[in-house]
C-alpha cells in the first residue's frame, strides 16, 4: 500500500463519488428496478410485478359485459450479490504520503463497483434470453437504425411503446452522434457539442463501456424497461462502529454504502464501498444488436 487518505473523512469521499456514480449507473434508468433504502425492508428475495399486456374488447355491450379479469407477471430477484471494493492504507503510509483522493481512489473504485454490479446485468443480454436479434456494424449504426429496431420491437416482440431504451458500447453510441452530427439541425446546440444523443424514435438511448461483446458479438440492446429487472437493498450496518455513509444515487436510487474504519489489529485505515442486490431477465422485449 503506497498511498495515504490525508486525513479525509468519510463525507467528503461519498460526496466526491456522486458524479461517478451517477455516470456508471445512469443506465438503470432505463430498466425495471426496485431498490429501497428502508432498512425494515428484510428478506433473501425481493418479488416484483409488472402487468401482461391485455385486449381491449367492445363496450357497447355495457361495461360489466366488458368487464375482463388482469393478469400480473411476478418475478422473484434473490438479493444475492454482495459485491464492493474494500481499499486501505497502514500508518507508516498515512505519515508519508498525500494523494488526490477524486483521480486515485475514488474514481477507479466506483469504476471496479459499476463493472461487477452492470457487468452481471449485462451478462443477462444472451441468445438464450432474447433470442431475436439484428446485425449492424458500427460504422453502420444510425437513427434509421433505432426506427428499424422500435419497429421490430413493436410488430415482432409485441413490446409496449412506452418506457424503451438502447444501451450502447462507446463505438455504436459514438455512430449515433455522428449520425445526429450530420442530421438536418443547423447550427451548433448542445446535443452536438457534448455528444449527447436525445430521445429518437421512443427509445432513451444510455452509453456505457461497461456493455462487452458477451462472447456473442454484442454491442447494444434496444427493449422495453420491464426485460431487465434489478432489485437492491441498504445493507444492514449492524453493530458497525466506524464512519458510515449510505449514498443514494440520484436519478436511480440505488444505494451505495460507504464505510471507514481503523483496524487496531493490523494498523490499516480502511475503506469500502459496497452495494447489495440481484438481477433477472424480465420479458422476452428485447433486440440484441450484434456486429457480426
Request: net charge negative; with cysteine; hydrophobic share 40%.
Amino acid at each position: 500500500m503506497a498511498n495515504t487518505l490525508a486525513g479525509v473523512n468519510l463525507a467528503e469521499i461519498a460526496q466526491q463519488s456522486l458524479p461517478g456514480l451517477s455516470s456508471l449507473f445512469a443506465p438503470l434508468a432505463g430498466i425495471q428496478t426496485d431498490f429501497s433504502n428502508d432498512l425494515q425492508s428484510r428478506g433473501e428475495s425481493v418479488t416484483t410485478r409488472f402487468p401482461t399486456k391485455p385486449t381491449a374488447s367492445s363496450l357497447s355491450g355495457g361495461y360489466a359485459a366488458a368487464a375482463q379479469d388482469v393478469a400480473m407477471t411476478a418475478r422473484t430477484i434473490t438479493l444475492n450479490k454482495f459485491k464492493g471494493f474494500v481499499y486501505g492504507f497502514d500508518d507508516e503510509e498515512r505519515s508519508k504520503s498525500s494523494i488526490d483522493l477524486e483521480s486515485l481512489f475514488i474514481e477507479p473504485g466506483q469504476q471496479a463497483v459499476g463493472d461487477a454490479v452492470f457487468g452481471d446485468l449485462w451478462d443477462l443480454v444472451t441468445v438464450s434470453n432474447f433470442a431475436t436479434s439484428s446485425t449492424i456494424t458500427a460504422g453502420n449504426f444510425g437513427r434509421d437504425d433505432l426506427v428499424d429496431l422500435g419497429t421490430t420491437l413493436t410488430a415482432t416482440k409485441k413490446a409496449p411503446k412506452s418506457n424503451r431504451f438502447v444501451l450502447c458500447n462507446p463505438s455504436y453510441y459514438g455512430a449515433l452522434v455522428k449520425t445526429l452530427n450530420s442530421a438536418e439541425i443547423p447550427g451548433i446546440t448542445e446535443g452536438k457539442t457534448e455528444g449527447i444523443v436525445p430521445r429518437a424514435n421512443k427509445f432513451d438511448v444510455y452509453e456505457t463501456d461497461l456493455a462487452d461483446a458477451n462472447s456473442e458479438n454484442l454491442a447494444a440492446f434496444a427493449a422495453h424497461k420491464t426485460s431487465l429487472l434489478m432489485a437492491g437493498r441498504t445493507v444492514d450496518a449492524g453493530r458497525f462502529s466506524g464512519e458510515l455513509e449510505n449514498v443514494v444515487i440520484p436519478g436511480v436510487g440505488l444505494t451505495v454504502q460507504f464505510r471507514k474504519w481503523y483496524s487496531n489489529d493490523d494498523g490499516i485505515d480502511y475503506i469500502s464501498m459496497g452495494i447489495l442486490y440481484g438481477v433477472s431477465k424480465g420479458v422476452d422485449y428485447g433486440v440484441r444488436v450484434t456486429s457480426a
